[in-house]
């Protein structure tokens, strides 16, 4: 995934020579191409966020489209002032690139895991918060991104994803996208963790249950409307997401449906992590499983949840 968005970004500064790359000592191997063709317009800051940060939002004001880019949240958590004052109280054109969010880097521990960011970045005024599922998305999200004039958040996996849906190849990246449509159970996912939902829907199927699917790459802005026809077809809504379930996907949902009259609120079930810290370390997989991500987890729960 992120080596099909660097990709992308590269052929985006040959036509838009405002184009410009930090990163905080992190990406070599990803970024050397793009730093080797365009070296006046790809710094490496060192290992210091804030001033990354800094550094951006001063270079957008000048006229530039700034991109940062570190792993986890290191790019959001660790330079949260100067996004907020810096970048989104001016409005300034910085788009942030966090790479391995979620569980990624499960064996480094909750310092390295990004479970809060898309509540911390979704509360912060001028914001835009994106997170593509796999490569495709991940491309037509950044062209979404760099036409876009502000701050915009893109949450992305590491790299060796497969493409989830390769015979959708026309979508609107800012719209829910049905991937599996059919029964009482629809899922909401973003991310990554839409593997193991389109997993669990094959299994499902495989024994006579049908549900639905949809992809959620705008978290904000959301797709209210998209939702509103969901609400209207389904009895019961799950989000999935590699994230805390206060402030995540599970809000966003929940935010949008509270906009309804009571009478047509489906259930609404929210799978993440259960407002806790990640405190035992392992592969992405196995966090997966131990904190009820899996695609066993999400067939249980459709099971329970009578589809």
């Known amino acids: 995934m992120r080596n099909h968005l660097i990709a992308e970004l590269t052929r985006i500064a040959r036509a838009d020579p405002r184009t410009v790359v930090l990163t905080a000592d992190l990406g070599y191997s990803v970024l050397d191409s793009f730093a080797k063709e365009f070296p006046s317009r790809c710094f490496n800051v060192g290992i210091c966020e804030q001033n990354m940060t800094s550094v951006a939002a001063g270079l957008a004001l000048e006229g530039d489209v700034v991109y940062t880019y570190s792993i986890g949240n290191f790019p959001v958590m660790r330079c949260l002032e100067q996004i907020r004052n810096c970048v989104c109280y001016h409005d300034a054109n910085v788009k942030i690139i966090a790479v391995g969010g979620g569980f990624v880097y499960g064996q480094l521990g909750m310092s390295h895991h990004a479970t809060e960011d898309f509540a911390i970045t979704r ?164 966090l997966r499983r131990h904190y009820g991500l899996s695609s066993d987890d999400i067939v249980a729960k459709v099971k329970e949840l009578g589809s």
């Open 123 to 286: 509360a912060l005024p001028n914001m835009r918060v994106f997170c593509p599922a796999d490569p495709d998305e991940a491309v037509k999200t950044l062209r979404l991104v760099h036409s876009l004039d502000g701050p915009c958040y893109v949450r992305l996996a590491r790299g060796g994803e497969p493409l989830l849906h390769p015979e959708i190849a026309d979508y609107d990246v800012l719209k829910l996208l049905a991937l599996r449509q059919g029964g009482s159970v629809a899922i909401v996912a973003t991310g990554a963790i839409l593997m193991e939902v389109m997993v669990a829907a094959d299994r499902l199927k495989e024994q006579g249950i049908d549900i639905g699917v949809f992809n959620c790459m705008s978290l904000k802005p959301f797709d209210e409307e998209g939702l509103s026809r969901i609400a209207a077809e389904y009895r019961s809504i799950v989000t999935v997401e590699e994230h805390n379930v206060v402030g995540g996907l599970g809000s966003v949902v929940a935010d949008a449906l509270a906009k309804k009259p009571p009478r047509q609120v489906p259930v609404l079930v929210k799978l993440g992590l259960q407002d806790t810290y990640t405190s035992v370390v392992g592969s992405q997989a196995f």
